[in-house]
């Protein structure tokens, strides 16, 4: 009697070994393409992070101002917190939100110098962000990376 795995004088493979093998190489291709997807998501998830810590900083300064034209000083983030101007993610002196560690410095108005505010935005580590941020009074958003950024820093234009 002929063995059920051959035919006409050629020998096939068992099924099992043909999907073992079917198997194998989808394992293969699954693992390569997520060892070239992995470095993508976390570059989108980066992305992502930055646009809400400069989206967050330009809020803060929207709130600033009004906080400002109420009060007749600028607030910190706890007494943003208290007037229900800012989330209450943001009570203390240096809260983490989304990646990022926000700071604000405010000096007040003495004799003819007004008062300013500045608030920067640093990742917590190199998978938050590449990208340091800093807002002041005026308004712009300067950005550097690998280092917090200053006042000689670029501005950032307008997305």
């Known amino acids: 009697m002929e ?17 073992a ?6 394992g293969v291709v699954a693992s390569v393409a997520l060892i070239f997807a992995l470095p993508l998501l976390k570059a989108g998830r980066r992305s992502a992070r930055e646009a809400i810590a400069i ?8 709130e600033q101002r009004a906080f400002y034209k109420e009060r007749g000083s600028y607030g910190s983030f706890d007494e943003l917190v ?14 983490a939100v989304e990646g990022y560690v926000f700071r604000m410095k405010i000096t007040p108005h003495v004799g003819i110098a007004p008062a300013v505010f500045s608030v920067t935005a640093d990742p917590l ?14 308004g712009e958003v300067r ?17």
Not at 55 to 62: D, P
Not at 82 to 95: D, I, V
Not at 125 to 138: I, Q, V
Not at 143 to 159: K, T
């Open 3 to 19: 063995d059920t795995w051959q035919a006409v004088g050629k020998r096939r493979s068992p099924p099992w070994l043909t999907w």
């Open 21 to 26: 093998v079917v198997a194998l190489c989808f």
């Open 55 to 62: 989206r967050t900083i330009q809020a803060i300064t929207l």
């Open 82 to 95: 208290e007037s229900g101007r800012l989330n209450k993610l943001f009570s203390g002196e240096a809260p």
């Open 125 to 138: 580590a190199e998978d938050s962000g590449r990208h340091f941020y800093l807002t002041s009074s005026n």
């Open 143 to 159: 950005y550097s990376v690998g280092r917090p950024a200053g006042p000689s820093d670029p501005v950032l234009s307008a997305r």
